[in-house]
T-cell receptor
Framework: KAGVTQTPRYLIKTRGQQVTLSCSPI?????VSWYQQTPGQGLQFLFE???????NKGNFPGRFSGRQFSNSRSEMNVSTLELGDSALYLC???????????FGPGTRLTVL | QKEVEQNSGPLSVPEGAIASLNCTYS??????FFWYRQYSGKSPELIMF??SNGDKEDGRFTAQLNKASQYVSLLIRDSQPSDSATYLC??????????WGAGTKLIIKP
């Protein structure tokens, strides 16, 4: 069974731009969670989607948004990029809302 | 007090010894507990999960859960240099939110 895939793997943007990251969960998984990880920091939870509905949201500004499609694929968008948004963005999928999560390889975003 | 706490380390263990990683949590109603390993520059990978009090073994790994004392541990027997990584503890709390610890950096010395 294919794992979680994320595209693109690497991205370089400049301040003020916006970016869209994509995540395809493991086949059959209906829950997708997004995390931000910066050097030396733990996983910072962004949001979780289950069956196209946002179930939980972390403490991030409204510039960070996401959505989930009917095929469980998910996208997250960051508008008006800031230097501090440079990070590894991880997507994780799980079978249900409360099951163990499996992570994709991540998208490394650099904001210049 | 953070909801899930881990010693940041680094924890240094000689090769072949037992590495013991600990995680405490504050929500007494927490239900599920997960251990992940993350190598530098890589994404976390699931090692094991535990729901019930007691021990759960998988190869060289043993998870121990004590709900009365609100801690969960991960033991790694016969530690290998390849076990050097950051170990993340995650707890599904009573609100069905998955809360992550900051991770413990483990170094296995040859």
């Amino acid at each position: 069974k294919a794992g979680v895939t994320q595209t693109p793997r690497y991205l370089i943007k400049t301040r003020g731009q916006q970016v869209t990251l994509s995540c395809s969960p493991i086949s059959g998984h209906r829950s997708v969670s997004w995390y931000q990880q910066t050097p030396g920091q733990g996983l910072q939870f962004l949001f979780e989607y289950f069956s196209e509905t946002q179930r939980n949201k972390g403490n991030f500004p409204g510039r960070f948004s996401g959505r989930q499609f009917s095929n469980s694929r998910s996208e997250m968008n960051v508008s008006t990029l800031e230097l501090g948004d440079s990070a590894l963005y991880l997507c994780a999928s799980s079978l249900g809302a409360y099951n163990e999560q499996f992570f994709g390889p991540g998208t490394r975003l650099t904001v210049l | 007090q953070k909801e899930v706490e881990q010693n940041s380390g680094p924890l240094s263990v000689p090769e072949g010894a037992i590495a013991s990683l600990n995680c405490t949590y504050s929500d007494r109603g927490s239900q599920s507990f997960f251990w992940y390993r993350q190598y530098s520059g890589k994404s976390p990978e699931l090692i094991m999960f535990i729901y019930s009090n007691g021990d759960k073994e998988d190869g060289r790994f043993t998870a121990q859960l004590n709900k009365a004392s609100q801690y969960v541990s991960l033991l790694i027997r016969d530690s290998q240099p390849s076990d050097s990584a950051t170990y993340l503890c995650a707890v599904l709390n009573s609100n069905y939110q998955l809360i992550w610890g900051a991770g413990t950096k483990l170094i296995i010395k040859p």
